[in-house]
């Protein structure tokens, strides 16, 4: 059932938060547990709907696992199943990067198109590309629910892959198809943090990895992986949600357990607006100030300004007065959100896949989320608003935002959840 959040603006954010672990990080990890038949343990993962997901799917696959606090334990003493449900992967894009992972430990896998979020074409051509290039048969079959891939190993994953542009999945699937006794050379690689975390997790677990950080990697399995304790990198989209969300009530906050050093896109930005960014080694604290400026920015590869902060950032900038430029070169069509600021009252217009915003005094309404990082940009336009907001489309926030309206009230905010009733049943 699909809550509405309620907010209350006008309110400057002031305290500490502490910032969980990386959703975008853990899920690839949980993923790439099912490579050994040894026990993994990850620490403090995000309780959210999407890792709920990949739950699902790992058990079905013949994953257990059990939570001890926000400690997650997994096991795959054998895989059960090497064909993924529709009805899960169908609900999130990084269940699709099983694929590898169960061609690798079992022989061959068999997963269907992802769905996920809905704000623009995500093709896993890379992917595929990746696999063959790696010497998996890979196959295609038309079913009712659409297309579904089968990948079939008939011996270790060897070769060389050069990407047609820098890919996180395709990244990702390469390295775990190849960590089970492979061998690969992967050129044109993104640099992002989570793909540094899936090597360093990949070497924890036994397999050698060089040129870790850069855009070729060099991955070399081996017969068996070990199970491992792993701590997941922080999560720089949920500590850039909410210092945009800071910026735009003119508030200060203090956020720990972040990488400073993954976030210089996000905190470069915040100093030209005219904010005081200072930092220290896991903690970032930001001072507004009560006149910002505003800024253009163009979301693309790492470290780059990151995809997933550009509709947060445009939100902020919609209350920043003067005019800014937001366009996005990782998903064009990305902005799902701006018809929705509008309707707070925004000034903004989209053309040729550029969104100008005129920053103003943003004003309450009922809005609704689409995917899960236009839901954080209407959170922080809600923030900064007079009145009252009431977003709709909490099923997508939730996705990738833990405890969101509590973190929220820590900070300061008026927040409230709004239960749809259920309807009287007839006699």
């Given at each position: 059932m699909d809550r509405t959040l309620i907010i209350r603006g006008g309110i400057p954010l002031s305290g500490d938060l502490r910032i969980f672990p990386a959703k975008n990080s853990a899920l690839k990890?949980?993923?790439?547990?099912?490579?050994?038949?040894?026990?993994?343990?990850?620490?403090?993962?995000?309780?959210?709907?999407?890792?709920d997901v990949l739950l699902e799917l790992l058990g079905h696959l013949g994953t257990r696992h059990a939570w001890e606090g926000r400690t997650l334990h997994l096991h795959t003493p054998e895989i059960r199943s090497?064909?993924?449900?529709?009805?899960?992967?169908s609900k999130m894009r990084a269940s699709f990067n099983v694929l590898g992972a169960l061609a690798a430990r079992a022989g061959e896998g068999t997963v269907p198109l992802p769905g996920g979020c809905n704000f623009a074409e995500r093709p896993v051509d890379q992917h595929i590309k990746a696999l063959r290039g790696l010497g998996f048969e890979v196959s295609t079959e038309i079913t009712e629910q659409g297309v579904a891939y089968t990948v079939r190993r008939h011996k270790p994953a060897s070769g060389r892959v050069?990407?047609?542009?820098?890919?996180?999945?395709?990244?990702?699937?390469?390295?775990?198809?190849?960590?089970?006794?492979?061998?690969?050379?992967?050129?044109?690689?993104?640099?992002?943090?989570?793909?540094?975390?899936?090597?360093?997790?990949?070497?924890?677990?036994?397999?050698?990895?060089?040129?870790?950080?850069?855009?070729?990697?060099?991955?070399?399995?081996?017969?068996?992986?070990?199970?491992?304790?792993?701590?997941?990198?922080?999560?720089?989209?949920?500590?850039?949600?909410y210092l945009f969300a800071a910026a735009a009530t003119r508030g200060s906050i203090t956020l720990s357990n972040v990488e400073p050093f993954h976030m210089d896109a996000v905190l470069d930005k915040l100093i030209q607006s005219g904010h005081r960014i200072t930092t220290g080694k896991d903690w970032i604290r930001l001072e507004s100030t009560a006149h910002p400026q505003p800024f253009n920015l163009e979301a693309r590869e790492y470290p780059g300004f990151i995809t997933d902060l550009q509709p947060p950032a445009a939100a902020y900038l919609a209350t920043v007065h003067g005019t800014s430029l937001v366009s996005d070169r990782v998903y064009p069509d990305r902005f799902t959100h701006a018809s929705e600021l509008a309707r707070?009252?925004?000034?903004?217009?989209?053309?040729?896949r550029t969104l100008i915003i005129q920053g103003r005094q943003l004003t309450g309404a009922a809005v609704e989320a689409r995917d899960i990082r236009a839901g954080g940009g209407l959170i922080i336009a809600a923030l900064a608003a007079e009145g009252?907001?009431?977003?709709?489309?909490?099923?997508?926030?939730?996705?990738?935002?833990?405890?969101i309206e509590n973190r929220l009230r820590c900070l300061g905010a008026q927040v409230g959840v709004q239960v749809p009733e259920l309807a009287l049943a007839a006699d």
């Open positions: 990890l949980m993923a790439a547990s099912i490579l050994t038949a040894e026990p993994v343990t990850l620490a403090e993962v995000p309780r959210l709907r999407d890792i090497t064909q993924a449900p529709f009805e899960l992967v050069v990407y047609d542009l820098p890919t996180l999945g395709g990244t990702e699937q390469a390295l775990m198809a190849a960590a089970l006794g492979g061998e690969a050379v992967l050129v044109n690689t993104p640099q992002e943090p989570e793909i540094v975390d899936l090597c360093n997790f990949l070497s924890k677990m036994g397999a050698e990895i060089k040129g870790i950080g850069s855009s070729i990697l060099h991955i070399k399995g081996k017969p068996s992986l070990r199970g491992v304790s792993y701590s997941v990198i922080p999560d720089r989209i949920e500590a850039g949600t707070m009252g925004a000034d903004v217009t989209l053309k040729d009252e907001s009431h977003i709709a489309g909490m099923k997508y926030i939730e996705r990738g935002y833990d405890d």
